[in-house]
């Protein structure tokens, strides 16, 4: 069975500090793919980024940066000079499938506020 | 290119009394999804389709719950018999099956079951 671990419950940071959200994943299967949502209070889930089991390249979109380590099953997100606008609480997701697009298992989710 | 829709956005309804979402995805997409999600919580997947036939369901969707999808395109979740364990908030996302794969949301319908 899968499982998605998101064990920072709410984190608070000033304006334009960096943060860094954790995700820890279980799964015995060799191909995955892992998710990152941001659902803002109006409550709809954004996407924000898909990576599969094979590709450990870190990526960096804007002020986003995504961190996969399979050596410790691990798919962080950081924020670099964070923004109100960011306020939200963002969930990690895993999905077994070849191309993940079949069910998601999301953790708990972190709640992050940015304080102006 | 509209997103996903889902109607009612907010439902109220008695214990015991019967209830009926719709969703309607992004229109090229062939698989709906839907989810589950509580307070506190992340979203816990119930059941999904690809054009009309429904390829898996969780074991939280209990015989209280059915979901359909009759031409492919718009699908409907009815619970009978509510319970206050099924207030929730209900999601539904849509996507391909040819990349990109993403699961894009709806703002979910909240059913409050006093």
Same mark, same amino acid.
């Given at each position: 069975?899968?499982?998605?671990?998101?064990?920072?419950?709410?984190?608070?940071?000033?304006?334009?500090? *960096? /943060?860094?959200? *954790?995700?820890?994943?279980?799964?015995? *299967?060799?191909?995955?793919?892992?998710?990152?949502?941001?659902?803002?209070?109006?409550?709809?889930?954004?996407?924000?980024?898909?990576?599969?089991?094979?590709?450990?390249?870190?990526?960096?979109?804007?002020?986003?940066?995504?961190?996969?380590?399979?050596?410790?099953?691990?798919?962080?997100?950081?924020?670099?000079?964070?923004? /109100?606008? *960011?306020?939200? /609480?963002?969930?990690?997701?895993?999905?077994?499938?070849?191309?993940?697009?079949?069910?998601?298992?999301?953790?708990?989710?972190?709640?992050?506020?940015?304080?102006? | 290119?509209?997103?996903?829709?889902?109607?009612?956005?907010?439902?109220?309804?008695?214990?015991?009394?019967?209830?009926?979402?719709?969703?309607?995805?992004?229109?090229?997409?062939?698989?709906?999804?839907?989810?589950?999600?509580?307070?506190?919580?992340?979203?816990?997947?119930?059941?999904?389709?690809?054009?009309?036939?429904?390829?898996?369901?969780?074991?939280?969707?209990?015989?209280?719950?059915?979901?359909?999808?009759?031409?492919?395109?718009?699908?409907?979740?009815?619970?009978?018999?509510?319970?206050?364990?099924?207030?929730?908030?209900?999601?539904?996302?849509?996507?391909?099956?040819?990349?990109?794969?993403?699961?894009?949301?709806?703002?979910?319908?909240?059913?409050?079951?006093?």
């Amino acid at each position: 069975a899968q499982k998605v671990t998101q064990a920072q419950t709410e984190i608070s940071v000033v304006e334009k500090e *960096d /943060v860094t959200l *954790d995700c820890v994943y279980e799964t015995r *299967d060799t191909t995955y793919y892992l998710f990152w949502y941001k659902q803002p209070p109006s409550g709809e889930l954004v996407f924000l980024i898909r990576r599969n089991s094979f590709d450990e390249q870190n990526e960096i979109s804007g002020r986003y940066s995504w961190n996969f380590q399979k050596s410790t099953s691990s798919f962080n997100f950081t924020i670099t000079a964070s923004q /109100v606008v *960011d306020s939200a /609480v963002y969930f990690c997701a895993l999905s077994l499938s070849n191309f993940g697009n079949e069910k998601l298992t999301f953790g708990t989710g972190t709640r992050l506020t940015i304080i102006p | 290119d509209t997103g996903v829709s889902q109607n009612p956005r907010h439902k109220i309804t008695k214990r015991g009394q019967n209830v009926t979402f719709r969703c309607d995805p992004i229109s090229e997409h062939n698989r709906l999804y839907w989810y589950r999600q509580t307070l506190g919580q992340g979203p816990e997947f119930l059941t999904y389709f690809q054009n009309e036939a429904q390829l898996e369901k969780s074991r939280l969707l209990s015989d209280r719950f059915s979901a359909e999808r009759p031409k492919g395109s718009f699908s409907t979740l009815e619970i009978q018999r509510t319970e206050q364990g099924d207030s929730a908030m209900y999601l539904c996302a849509s996507s391909l099956v040819v990349p990109p794969y993403e699961q894009y949301f709806g703002p979910g319908t909240r059913l409050t079951v006093t």
